[in-house]
């Protein structure tokens, strides 16, 4: 049974840091692209980071470049989302979705599972 669980998430202030990690069963993070989407009340979910299964290519929205950092460890089989220099724009609730195929990166529905998300709140 392929699943994905998030942890790392909770309240931070304003230019503080946070740890995501997305542990997988089931599959090997190393043979599927692995992203990472958040949903804010009221707003849709949109992709925030990708990183691809071909050739490891990474990428991220225009709205955390230079702040957050995808990264995958395949000796435990989880794959990280560092996020830095945090803003109170990107609270939200976080998820890992993982695509046995090269997904459009930032579209949701190109991937075929997701977890059941981490809250991340940032106060200004």
């Known amino acids: 049974e392929v699943q994905l669980v998030e942890s790392g998430g909770g309240l931070v202030q304003t230019g503080g840091s946070l740890r995501l990690s997305c542990t997988a069963s089931g599959f090997v993070v190393d043979d599927y692209a692995i992203g990472w989407f958040r949903q804010a009340p009221g707003k849709e979910r949109e992709g925030v980071s990708t990183m691809s299964t071909s050739d490891g290519s990474k990428y991220y929205a225009d709205s955390v470049k230079g702040r957050f950092t995808i990264s995958r460890d395949n000796t435990n089989n989880r794959v990280y989302l560092d996020m830095n220099m945090l803003k109170p724009e990107d609270t939200a609730v976080y998820y890992c979705?993982?695509?046995?195929?090269?997904?459009?990166?930032?579209?949701?529905?190109?991937?075929?599972?997701y977890g059941q998300g981490t809250q991340v709140t940032v106060s200004s």
């Open positions: 979705a993982a695509s046995v195929y090269s997904p459009r990166w930032d579209l949701d529905s190109d991937y075929d599972y």
